[in-house]
């Protein structure tokens, strides 16, 4: 912690003695606060010129890199031609990139996330969601749109890992010093800090705002870690999931509600609001109790809120998505309920599944989904099991017919690409063809490169892929004690001629790091063949809270050290964004063997792929997708058995054989130049037709195309004269609600399928009459619904029909359909009642239901 001790005599106060830089260097202070110079490949080679060795040491922190400069160093470099040469074009860089005008006719966009994997220096992530993010407000910058961040600035972050000679893993929480970071404070209009204020159980916590540049956009980070607050409330900020349950529901309030009050307060006016995950969800509560404060009723502010708002869940089970008990919700935001004018019972039911299951928690998902007008998985397999997951939510509606859409993940192709492979790439591919990244033609060109420059690029990040290793293993085996004749026999058995797989992820037990192991005699035989030599890299944290995770490690540690597999199974410890890098540039096969379907995408397959790494994984998430027989290899989506040890042991099985027979077989079969045809074939078809679907431009693109524009074009319909459609719509609502349970089916005519089938190719035709109890015709629909049934709890939806309304007397209404179902067999059908307004964006929009 910064600031005053409170257990020392002492009372010392901080002071910052920043480096100057002459004129001539300025510049490389300004390029050094800006992110944009970590995916520039002439920004980031100016500043490893300065120091390599150095650069290397800081976590190639630029920022720290110029205060670390000595008067000497500083001195040559202001007489250093060349240097001043590089600096002046990575500036002239700069200004072009920032001078582009950004596109007219697009919403501005709040993004809110719990964390940002931008750089290794910047400790604000722990895994692949923060990744993820920050690869997309990355490619926000690339495309510049109108798009901003909010966030946490953690003083700790999350954990660096260690590891025993047992293979245990250890904690390491360094802090992080903000100096040396490429954060500024956000300053009011008199000079001083802008802060705002959150209360937590009747206290004022006081929350310091700064400022990121990811290139054209800013990241807004919330800092509580600052004098003005107690020990504790100091703490929301120093640690990435820390704490216990109760922590984390502060830490959301702090993002949600004091993210909303810091736009505010900076006097920014977002069109849209997108919660990547449940964590920002407070963000509508505070919204909401804004508009209720100038004067609109609840129900208008949450159709305001809702149609202008997004929500991507990224969990594919229920025990992922936060939920927090009602007393501790009692506690910190029992005033809201008061504030928006409801009571606490329907304040508790936006979180719950069922209004009055009084013992149920307060689901973060639950309340981000009734308060976004549009939902997202992360994939199309994970938008079908998140459809599945919450039509719990929609009683009446099979799971294909919820709202819940899909943007599949990607990554940021300048991060994440070799500068050896972009460089080849760009022979063929043309200029400036990074801005259409995500156009097949382009990538196909990779059929004009020589088997041999390709493979020639592929050797060398492979070669210092292992060189690493050797480095790595040998400072982090001594760290631990290892032996000298232990880690001798390591470095010495590592094969710059192997196969080298990759598996390097969060390690949660679904992830199933330990597969290979199922049968350790038939693994030896693949590694120690000694003609056909195969590595095995394994690295990844497991949550300081999650035993099965961290059980998993070390069972890899125990196996790495069998004789058997000496240097053939290897963990490496502390797996972070710039290790990543390496694996992905230089394995030659990326492992991946998750639970199926519990990958709800991952990405860093996706990064193995632009660099031309080849997949070996379960057809689960992105990979369900991305997959084909000419460019990887799959293990198959479906289950064979139930028991989950029983499908391990056959997976593992499947892999041996796959290893055996199909993959060790075309890498080694070679020709004079050592060169593998088939293998080149693969590597080619991969960059072809897999890696192109995969760049962070196409799943921006697919954001705006799916949600942005189609919210933003409802959000804009709910606006004119001060939301008077907004509260029409509410009040329309209200009406329905009111009027509903009081529909009667007054008569139906329709086929007697009791007694007689109906033949394939004659119509179904249906007419009911309904007492709509005052509702308006063209506000109440009717369709007919075939399902098949697949078990006793799970219908299909076949086919369906719209039924035209036909006529009116009084309450009375009359409607018809026929349609040729185009089925044949045994089925399920039914006649829906549902309500229909312009204004509802999907069926689900009022959950109104009745069967006639």
Known sequence: MIGQLNDSGLKLKRIFIENQ????????????????????????????????????????????????????????????????KQLKSAEKALDAYLGEPRKVEQPAIAYFSMEYGLHISLKLYSGGLGVLAGDYLKEASDSNVNLFGIGLLYRYGYFNQGLSMNGDQIHHYPAQKFTQLPVKPVRNEDGSWLKVSVSLQGRIVQVKVWSLAIGRIQLYLLDTDFDENSWDDRALTHQLYGGDNEHRLKQEILLGIG????????????????????????????????LVGQGYSYNE????????????????????????????????????????????????????????????????????????????????????????????????????????????????????????????????????????????????????????????????????????????LQVDMRKRGESPRTTFSVLNNINDDALVLGFARRFATYKRATLLFQNEERLKEIVNDPFRPVIFLFAGKAHPADQGGQDLIR???????????????????????????????????????????????????????????LNFSVLDGWWAEGYRPDAGWALPLERTYEDQHLQNELDAETIYSILENDIVPTYFETDDKGISASWMNFIKQNIAEVAPDFTMKRMMDHYYERFYFPLYKEAKKMRPKNYQPAKEYAAWKAFMKDR???????????????????????????????????????????????FQRENEDKLILRNSKEFKFSSSQGNEAVYEVSLDPQLAGVYEYGFRVSPRHKLAAHRQDLNLMYWA
């Open 21 to 84: 830089l002459p004129d001539k260097l300025a510049p490389l202070r300004r390029l050094a606060e800006n992110i944009w110079w970590s995916w520039s490949h002439e920004a980031s080679g100016l500043f490893k010129n300065i120091d390599p060795e150095l650069f290397i040491q800081l976590n190639y922190n630029p920022v720290a890199l110029l205060e670390s400069l000595s008067p000497e160093r500083i001195d040559e470099l202001s007489k250093d031609k060349t240097f001043l």
């Open 259 to 290: 993210g909303v009050r810091a736009i505010e307060a900076m006097g920014l006016e977002p069109d849209l609001f997108h919660l990547n995950e449940g964590h920002a969800g407070f963000l509508s509560l505070e919204r909401l109790s804004n």
């Open 301 to 472: 502010a949450v159709e305001i809120v809702r149609t202008s708002s997004l929500y991507t869940t990224h969990t594919p089970v229920p025990a992922g998505h936060d939920h927090f008990p009602e007393h501790l919700m009692r506690e910190y935001l029992y005033n809201y309920a008061g504030e928006l004018g409801i009571d606490w019972e329907e304040f508790m039911s936006i979180g719950r599944v069922k209004r009055d299951d009084f013992g149920e928690d307060f689901n973060m998902s639950n309340m981000s989904i009734r308060l976004s007008q549009r939902v997202n998985g992360v994939s199309e397999l994970h938008g079908r099991v998140s459809q599945e997951m919450f039509t719990k939510l929609y009683p009446g509606y099979t799971a294909d017919e919820v709202h819940i859409g899909y943007v599949t993940n990607s990554v940021h192709y300048p991060t994440w690409i070799a500068n050896d492979m972009h460089e080849l790439y760009s022979k063929v591919f043309g200029k400036d063809w990074v801005r259409d990244q995500s156009n097949k033609d382009i990538w196909r060109n990779i059929h004009k490169i020589k088997d041999g420059d390709l493979w020639e690029v592929r050797k060398q990040l492979k070669s210092r892929l292992l060189e690493y290793v050797r480095e790595k």
């Open 555 to 613: 069972r890899i540690i125990h196996i790495s050290k069998q004789p058997d597999f000496a240097g053939k199974v290897i963990f490496l410890e502390d797996y972070n964004m710039e290790m990543a890098k390496l694996l992905t540039q230089g394995v030659d096969i990326w492992l991946n063997t998750p639970t199926r379907p519990l990958e709800a995408s991952g990405t860093s397959g996706m990064k193995a792929t632009l660099n031309g790494s």
């Open 740 to 786: 509903w349970h009081g529909i009667e089916t007054v008569n139906i005519t329709s086929p007697d399928t009791d007694n007689h089938s109906l033949p394939v190719g004659r119509d179904f035709t249906a007419q009911i009459t309904l007492n709509l109890n005052g509702l308006d015709p063209k506000h109440v629909g009717i369709e007919v619904l075939f």
